[in-house]
T-cell receptor, first 110, second 115 residues
Framework: DAKTTQPTSMDCAEGRAANLPCNHSTISGNEYVYWYRQIHSQGPQYIIHGLKNNETNEMASLIITEDRKSSTLILPHATLRDTAVYYCIVRANTGNQFYFGTGTSLTVIP | ETGVTQSPTHLIKTRGQQVTLRCSSQSGHNTVSWYQQALGQGPQFIFQYYREEENGRGNFPPRFSGLQFPNYSSELNVNALELDDSALYLC??????????????FGDGTRLSIL
């Protein structure tokens, strides 16, 4: 599985959009990009995933660059409850596991 | 729809003991994966079970073993507990093994402390 690089921490003002970047320069053509988040003392929560097209659901939007070497998770209107560690994961087509890094610790500030 | 449930939520053991952790998969899911998460780290894959057989394993010693039952629930067993086994143990279920287009859904874990 391709390795991902994320900033260690970020802050975002409440009500503003939170844009979390992720680099995955060694991604292969059949590998999906997944985003999870983990709020303290809970299990990771699935947010969104995509292959090459931009994706949107009720939680977030995922923007994948055309060369697929990086992506951005967008939380359109961050709330205090969005404070969490966000993991960007690249998953191989034949992979049965997720490789988590250390993620980005997002703090939403009132 | 019932999510992934794990038991117990917390457990304290001493070195050398054995422990069994339990996981019920989300309804409709037939694949269960186990992860270990040390404090301040991301989860690390232990192994996956599909059709009651191990379907992939991470870099964990044989004293970490598992089972999957016909109802798709699963157990994680750890023998000869060591201090470094103190961690949050997470179970995740999915509908198909190895399909990169299927997310895994996680439970809230079992916090294991070794004294």
């Amino acid at each position: 599985d391709a390795k991902t690089t994320q900033p260690t921490s970020m802050d975002c003002a409440e009500g503003r959009a939170a844009n979390l970047p992720c680099n995955h320069s060694t991604i292969s053509g059949n590998e999906y990009v997944y985003w999870y988040r983990q709020i303290h003392s809970q299990g990771p929560q699935y947010i969104i995933h995509g292959l090459k097209n931009n994706e949107t659901n009720e939680m977030a939007s995922l923007i994948i660059t055309e060369d697929r070497k990086s992506s951005t998770l967008i939380l359109p209107h961050a709330t205090l409850r969005d404070t969490a560690v966000y993991y960007c994961i690249v998953r191989a087509n034949t992979g049965n596991q997720f490789y988590f890094g250390t993620g980005t610790s997002l703090t939403v500030i009132p | 729809e019932t999510g992934v449930t794990q038991s117990p939520t917390h457990l304290i053991k001493t070195r050398g003991q054995q422990v069994t952790l339990r996981c019920s998969s989300q309804s409709g899911h037939n694949t269960v994966s186990w992860y270990q998460q040390a404090l301040g780290q991301g989860p690390q894959f232990i192994f996956q079970y599909y059709r009651e057989e191990e379907n992939g394993r991470g870099n964990f010693p044989p004293r970490f073993s598992g089972l999957q039952f016909p109802n798709y629930s699963s157990e994680l067993n750890v023998n000869a507990l060591e201090l470094d086994d103190s961690a949050l143990y997470l179970c995740a279920s999915s509908s198909t093994p190895g399909s990169s287009n299927q997310p895994q859904h996680f439970g809230d874990g079992t916090r294991l402390s070794i004294l």
